[in-house]
């Protein structure tokens, strides 16, 4: 398995330039360092105008360089030794004077001098007035930067500080974070175009009730995001669920089997992978009333038809395409498990013990075990679920490599 890529334990270089989104540089250091990374911030001259070194040494606990020439103090690292130690470094905010700078080789100060002399992954997160970063100067800067293998988290559009609306906003802290770990990760997805399901489905009795299940859709949007962290570009299409799409993936919500059925077949034609995470009805009722059911007699039955088995039809039309399928069982998990995957012509299934302590539905730790063709048995210890979507990533990895020969 390769190694698992998070924050925790990195080598983090914090940027900061002089814009008023530099606020938002010490929460992005207080996420950062909860997770686990060592910080260490850089600040140009300008950036101390809005917020003082001190706020980013008490939240990352290590002094903070504003300046090449003053004598280091205690605990301080020289910058080639900084930029040698570094595994990825951050600009945010980045100003459109910092990023003319970076995109030319300009060293004139602590933060340019450190990025120009290190090896690691650069992200650089622009934010300024609508019109400055519009400007063909600032955007030929990015695109020499985007060329070099800079990877750049595009400003949001909204109100912005200087009066005008429109693109500049600094991009959310979360997809500054996750970009930061898509540096570090290996992009050995790249050129897959992944679908995944997930969540449960709603299928309507009446217009306010409906028959589903208890998935959180927890581990399908967990698959999602180690994809595209990889590499992938990535489909997520989910049933009713409470949580956020990973950033930079694109994002369908669907209530019913039929609906999740017919989004995922409009997609099949483009995936190169498909994972089939949801906890989709098997059943459905045979009639959604148009008016609200009233109550009459004492015992009430329901007739229930099947669903379409999305997972049979898109393995019936596999073609080149990486299939996974999940099992959630509380009996037999791998025969179980393993018939699931001869019947709907899969490569990988992720057999989940349901009954198991801290796993399955909910929760935000898994212990599955994957089965392969062959008869492959790849049993994993419980870990959190983004742990386990890495574990099933490297499988699709490794079945394209063995396909590819
Ligand atoms: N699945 C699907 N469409 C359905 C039901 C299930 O695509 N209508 C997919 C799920 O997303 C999952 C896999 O099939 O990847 C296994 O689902 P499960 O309900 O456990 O398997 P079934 O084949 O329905 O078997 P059983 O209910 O008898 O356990």
Redesign the pocket.
Known sequence: MTPFVDLKGKRVILGVTGGIAAYKAAELLRLMVKEGAQVWTVMTKAATEFVTPLTFQALSGNPVRTDMFSPLQEGQIEHIALADLAQVAIVAPATANFIAKLAHGIADDMLTTTLLATKCPIVVCPAMNVNMYNHPATQANLHVLKERGVWVVEPEEGELACGWEGKGRLAELDTIVETARCALSPQDMVGERVVV?AGPTWEALDPVRFISNRSSGKMGFSVARIAKRRGASVTLISGPTALKPPPGVKFLTVES?RQM?DAVMEHLEEATVVV???????YCPLEAKREKIKKESEIWSISLG???????E?GARKGERILV?????THELIS?ARE?LE??NLDW?VANDVTYPGAGFGRDTNKVTLLGRGGVVVDLPLMSKDEVAWAIVDKIVESRRCARG
């Open positions: 399901t089997a059925r089939k995470a949801a906890a989709v009805a098997d099947r669903t379409p088995d999305i997972l049979s898109v399928g999940f099992a959630a069982e179980n699931k019947r709907k299934i």
